[in-house]
């Protein structure tokens, strides 16, 4: 019986877990439609010049969001309130720093990445404009992934799901309003999906203010706690 509901329980972590990555890829693939529609070819050309960054994003934050909900949901099970809160805390201090990292990382080494991509100059253009803003998705995409993960790990489907609704609505929405209606082009595509990644984070975070909430972190940071969640 316990093993029939711990197989449960991973088949259901794993499937959020793998919603929120998709989510962060749809995201891309829509914001690369738009581009088509904006600049043509060579706003396509420009939007693969971001794939490794998103590639990069989905895994670490899946990682992190699969690895808290492991050792999260094997503390509740053991009634280890204190040491669950602890986990979620360490797990958004990781999701920060990693994606802190990843923002400092691409505003250094950015003449150095399109110098190593070596894009032609019509598509260099587009991209720097769509770089310029997409940096910022690196911050907080990390941080709304794990907090999905978590809300639906806590019961709260209606939260999470009408988040995932903002989260791809939201982005075509906004992406389309920047780029068409105040005539940003691709910085207003970029432009889009940071904001989407805000009013996601925001809905989430309503899931704290509910009765049913038992997500209580505490900041805490342990390195054989960050093996257990690798």
Not at 59 to 86: C, H, N, P, Q
Not at 131 to 148: E, K, N, Q, S
Not at 220 to 225: A, E, M, Y
Request: hydrophobic share 55%; proline share 3%; glycine share 10%.
């Amino acid at each position: 019986m316990r093993n029939s509901l711990g197989q449960r329980k991973f088949l259901s972590m794993l499937a959020v877990s793998s919603t929120e990555m998709v989510l962060t890829i749809i995201a891309l693939l829509a914001d690369t439609v738009i581009a088509g529609h904006a600049a043509g070819e060579a706003g396509l050309s420009a939007m693969n010049i971001m794939t490794p960054f998103v590639s990069v994003m989905a895994f670490v934050g899946g990682l992190i969001s699969m690895g808290v909900s492991f050792t999260y949901g094997e503390a509740m099970g053991r009634a280890d309130k204190k040491r669950a809160d602890e986990l979620f805390g360490m797990s958004l201090l990781l999701s920060a720093a990693f994606g802190l990292v990843m923002f400092v990382l691409a505003g250094v080494f950015r003449d150095e990445y399109f110098a190593f991509v070596n894009p032609a100059p019509d598509v260099a253009g587009f991209a720097r404009e769509y770089y310029a803003f997409f940096r910022f998705v690196m911050i907080i995409d990390p941080l709304a992934m794990l907090l999905g993960v978590m809300v639906y790990n806590d019961g709260d489907e209606f939260i999470s799901n009408i988040a995932n609704i903002t989260n791809i609505g939201g982005n075509i929405l906004l992406s389309v309003f920047f780029a068409f209606t105040l005539k940003m082009g691709m910085a207003g595509i970029a432009l889009g999906t940071p904001m989407k990644d805000i009013i996601s984070l925001a809905v989430l975070s309503c899931h704290f203010l509910r009765k049913t909430n038992s997500l209580h972190p505490v900041l805490h940071f342990n390195l054989g706690d960050l093996w257990d969640f690798v």
